[in-house]
């Protein structure tokens, strides 16, 4: 079955966001990334400094973890509209995001980075969930350039963004961030390059 909706994990300063932009261009499908937290922000009345503050990049305790442990985002009778106001603030959230991703993948073929959307979308056979990595001189140059993040602290800032996403991942998921079972296919932009990596992922959708 050809693959319409392209799913897109990666790690910090790794290029995904490019690559997802540019594959979505080429395709001539809609792009979500940033775009989704204006949406969550529209349908919920939060800010969307606060979705960004206690979504992805919300650090999870391992006592909140504990504490959350039964919670599935992905459960329609624990998300439903009706008791989402009984969640804490980080699950409301992801309750949101949820039923967003899988409205966007019920009107047609786009590209989705981030939010879990692999695991959302797990059970649809039109998926192909990718992976991006890239090698730690590379994203260090990346986050220097593109994040406008200083360079004695681009490390740093690397390391702390991952380490939310995979504790993101890892509390809505129970599954390991970047773990290659998790997806269809792992790229390794410092080896292949962006264009490559756009490339090769075009081939699997046309």
């Known amino acids: 079955m050809k693959k319409k909706i392209i799913t897109i994990g990666r790690q910090c300063g790794s290029g995904g966001h490019t690559i997802g932009k540019r594959v979505a261009e080429q395709l001539g499908i809609p792009f979500y990334d940033k775009k989704l937290v204006q949406i969550v922000a529209e349908r919920s009345g939060l800010s969307e400094e606060t979705i960004q503050q206690h979504g992805e990049y919300h650090t999870h305790s391992f006592l909140y973890n504990i504490a959350t442990k039964g919670y ?6 624990q998300y439903s509209a009706g008791n989402r106001q009984d969640m804490r603030l980080p699950d409301q959230i992801n309750a949101y995001q949820t039923e967003l991703i899988q409205e966007l993948a019920e009107k047609g073929p786009c590209v989705i980075v981030g939010r879990c959307a692999d695991y959302i979308l797990h059970e649809r056979i039109d ?16 986050v220097i350039a593109e994040h406008r993040v200083d360079a004695a602290a681009a490390e740093g800032h690397i390391i702390e963004r991952d380490r939310k996403r995979a504790n993101y991942y890892k509390h809505l998921t129970d599954q390991v961030w970047g773990m290659a079972k998790n997806y269809d296919l792992c790229l390794n932009s410092s080896r292949l390059g962006i264009d490559l990596c756009t490339g090769l992922i075009c081939c699997q959708c046309q």
């Not at 599935?72 to 009778?77: F, M, P």
């Open 72 to 77: 599935s985002a992905y459960a329609s009778s």
């Open 127 to 142: 998926c192909l969930h990718l992976f991006i990595s890239a090698d730690l001189p590379d994203r260090i140059r990346r």
